[in-house]
């Protein structure tokens, strides 16, 4: 050790990153070898040389996939779009037939079957998921190009005696600017033999598939070198590395991204590349190659994929540029010939745009060389939570708990303004999404759901965005007049607030429906809240235990024709009727329909005997249901919730209510400042008289 010699404070850091690094991983990324290695490798795994659509199929498949049928359409789930283990925050929720038309495009286009000559046109409401989806291709697809599933490799030109693995200085090399594929050095006249030789006992669907030809930078320095080694081929393959490819956005590789600018700043070079000024003295033309920068998007993106941001509103000469991109796979650089390029377009508008397109005549080749994908808004709430619940959760919400049901309310008004009317007068919009929801309403069927999507084939396409919702429930969390709590009757009047200044709603009548509905959720809310209460009040498992025993004893002993024991007095007596009805009564069983119900409540229960099981009442809904009801009845005025409303509680009635304050917390969500906040607005209706029965 030397004498004063003190280690470096951060030498621990800088140890650990070295304990975390994978050397041998980086070296297979950045593999360099000959052509003729590469060839092997071809050989042994024909992937390699995939069309960009073929890998971005492969791509998101690799991830796995699940069959579901929902209202007896059948859907492919792609675990690549929802999964958070895979997408992370770009995790998408409730578009399941948005994304399997899209994989079905990227399918067909694998195969060659015509959509790989298309425009693939992401169209929907502003804040519907269009971006979300491009960033998440763009993403996977560079994480994919470093697996050895998805590995693609390019090629540079070196210096003359360059030794096979590369060798130490790669700042000498000189990469093709468009990343080819290597196999594009082989001349026309030789590859069909050569194709012949790569696919020699391949299965038809992995065979090698060569298309396309070098960039104008490359065949220059190919034409050169033939010239130099008086045609011999092989010779010039001595000065051409193949290294391994990694996709990458950041560096501008595989992946590139456009976005409009102003009209008098854009240029269409920035898709096809632009002369380099500064060289033209150098090489003496503005036509010679090494005095061009092959570095517009459309380069820069070959073998991979070109996101589009809001392509419709790119001026026309832009437009133009997509025709041969799309339909011929070529670009035109300034004074230069076409150049073939390998990689998928994908775009994304909204509404109006969109229809500005459809009414240009002068556009018609444009939409023929589109495929339109709509990306509407959810429909669904348990999809519609989910957006939320991402950003809004106890990890990232530091200080502030978000009462029970408050997500819920936000997304539930979001989706009622997305939903079309009902044609049938006798279900309301609320019943609708509850339908949409998977919950189950007397007289509708799946049929019925599937006729009422069918009915209003624009659903989703208009409403409420989800960015208005995280901006009223972020000014919710963040106000000075909320402490403690953030619970629904705040998000909902931050909601009905903003209103106001919606940049998107100008419309007096759309305002007061939006407002109309949230009318709606504040009274479902009420309904919510109201019944979690009568629970926890009736949560009493060995009381509901008892007056269930009891119940069942005087059904049995009534469709038997049986008289039941009095377990006190011990005598035999004629079935509590009063009882039976009490409890039916709860559920809405009709006094014509008694018998009936009473009867289903034995079969049910003899049913389950044979089985050698035994009768518990949770697993009968509804009975339970009116189990709980009945004896919320019974004890509602031991407690007298109403008198939080007057703050005159005895001592008692305290215990009583602190025992259901402890069973909100416990088995609802709830914390103690909200749980004493419900418990009060619905000891409030009650006080008001309309707690519904």
Known sequence: MIPGYQEPKNSNIISLIAD?????RFREQNWTGTFAQYLDIVKSNSSVTRSAFQRIYDMIVSHGTEETVV????????????DPDIAGDDSIFGLEKAVMKLTNIFKSAAQRYGTERRVLLLHGPVGSAKSTIARLLKKGLE????????????????????????????????????????????????????????????????????????CPACRWTFRELMIQNRGDWTKVIEHVRVHRLILSEKDRVGIGTFQPK????????????????????EFGSDSDPRAFNFDGEFNIANRGVVEFIEVLKLDVAFLYDLLGASQEHVIKPKKFAQTDI????????????????????????LRDRTVKIDVPYITKLKDEVKI???????????????????????????????????????????????????????????????????????????????????????????????????????????????LRHHSLITSEDQKKTYRDLLAVVRAEYEDIVKNEVQRAISADEEAIRKLCSNYVDNVKAYTQKEKVRNRYTGQYEEPD??????????INIPESRKDDFRREIMNYIGALALEGKTFDYRTNERLHKALELKLFEDQRDTIKLSSLVSSVVDKEGQEKIDVVKDRLIRNYGYCSICASDVLTFVGSVFARGDAKR
Not at 345 to 357: D, F
Not at 577 to 586: H, P
């Open 577 to 586: 009727e009063r009882l039976m009805r009490s409890i039916e009564d709860k």
């Open 71 to 82: 209202n007896k359409e059948r859907f492919i789930r792609y675990k690549f779009f929802s």
């Open 262 to 281: 102003d009209e008098k700043n854009q240029d269409s070079t920035e898709l096809t590349g632009d002369i380099n000024y500064r060289k033209i003295a």
């Open 342 to 365: 390998d990689e998928v377009i994908i775009g994304h508008t909204n509404e109006p745009e969109y229809r500005r397109l459809q009414n240009n005549e002068f556009m018609e080749a």
């Open 388 to 498: 939320y619940k991402k950003y809004y959760n106890a990890t990232r919400v530091k200080g502030r708990h978000i009462a029970p049901h408050t997500i819920e309310m936000a997304s539930m008004w979001a989706v009622l303004t997305r939903l079309s009317a009902p044609k049938n007068a006798n279900l309301s919009v609320l019943q609708k999404l509850k339908l949409y929801n998977g919950k189950s309403l007397p007289g509708f069927t799946e049929d019925n759901i599937k006729e009422l999507r069918e009915e209003a084939p624009r659903e989703g396409m208009e409403g409420i965005s989800p960015r208005y919702i995280q901006d009223k429930i972020s000014n919710a969390l963040v106000s000075d007049e909320n402490e403690g709590c953030i619970n629904p009757f705040m998000v909902l009047n931050e909601l009905g607030e903003g």
């Open 143 to 214: 994480a994919y190009s470093r697996t050895d599933a998805g590995a693609l490799y390019t090629f540079s030109w070196v210096p003359e005696g360059t030794p096979p693995d590369g060798g130490p200085n790669r700042m000498d090399w000189t990469p093709c600017p468009m990343h080819e594929e290597p196999l594009h050095l082989i001349p026309d006249t030789f590859r069909s033999q050569v194709l012949e030789v790569l696919n020699a006992d391949v299965p038809e669907a992995s065979r090698v598939v060569l298309e396309g030809d070098l």
């Open 20 to 24: 975390l690094q994978d050397v041998d």
